[in-house]
T-cell receptor, first 108, second 114 residues
């Protein structure tokens, strides 16, 4: 059964303090790994899709990377507006399997 | 496009009452998903439709939950009778190709059953 595990559950950073969020997965055949951002009171918003080991994608202060067992979301010099819950999801047949998310708080 | 539209945004109801949540997917998307989100369990897939046909409803917790998609532009999730443990945020999402393009989520309906 496809499984996704995210760590840590919560992360508190000072503004400018870079860090990484982890998404470990087990899957019989990877179709895609997705990262979403969710702000309080809103639905998850798409960030990245990664399809193969070694692939990287960047958007502003965020960079997502993928290996055969895990994906990392690197946050460089974060700002308070990066505070949110970050979800990763594994693409299965016709649906996504979500992790429980990492709640990120960036303090000024 | 206005995105995925859910209504109502908030619903407070008494235990035992019927609750109906509504969703309008993005035009052209042929897959529609209903999720429930709680702090304890995160996002749980309840049911999904492909071309208006229910494909997998194994996540529907009990017979009290039912979902319909009478046409490509509308879906409902009904809870009858509602119970306090049903309190959660319910999200609808739609997609053209989930495995390659992911989902677009609505803003959710926050349900409180008292």
């Amino acid at each position: 059964e496809d499984q996704v595990t995210q760590s840590p559950e919560a992360l508190r950073l000072q503004e400018g303090e870079s860090s990484s969020l982890n998404c470990s997965y087990t899957v019989s055949g990877l179709r895609g790994l997705f990262w979403y951002r969710q702000d309080p009171g809103k639905g998850p918003e798409f960030l990245f899709t990664l399809y193969s080991a070694g692939e990287e994608k960047e958007k502003e202060r965020l960079k997502a990377t993928l290996t055969k067992k895990e994906s990392f979301l690197h946050i460089t010099a974060p700002k308070p507006e990066d505070s949110a819950t970050y979800l990763c999801a594994l693409a299965g047949f016709q649906k996504l399997v979500f992790g429980t998310g990492t709640r990120l708080l960036v303090s000024p | 496009d206005a995105g995925v539209i859910q209504s109502p945004r908030h619903e407070v109801t008494e235990m035992g009452q019927e609750v109906t949540l509504r969703c309008k997917p993005i035009s052209g998307h042929n897959s529609l998903f209903w999720y429930r989100q709680t702090m304890m369990r995160g996002l749980e897939l309840l049911i999904y439709f492909n071309n208006n046909v229910p494909i997998d409803d194994s996540g529907m917790p009990e017979d009290r939950f039912s979902a319909k998609m009478p046409n490509a532009s509308f879906s409902t999730l009904k809870i009858q009778p509602s119970e306090p443990r049903d309190s959660a945020v319910y999200f609808c999402a739609s997609s053209l190709s989930p495995s390659t393009s992911g989902y677009t989520f609505g803003s959710g309906t926050r349900l409180t059953v008292v």
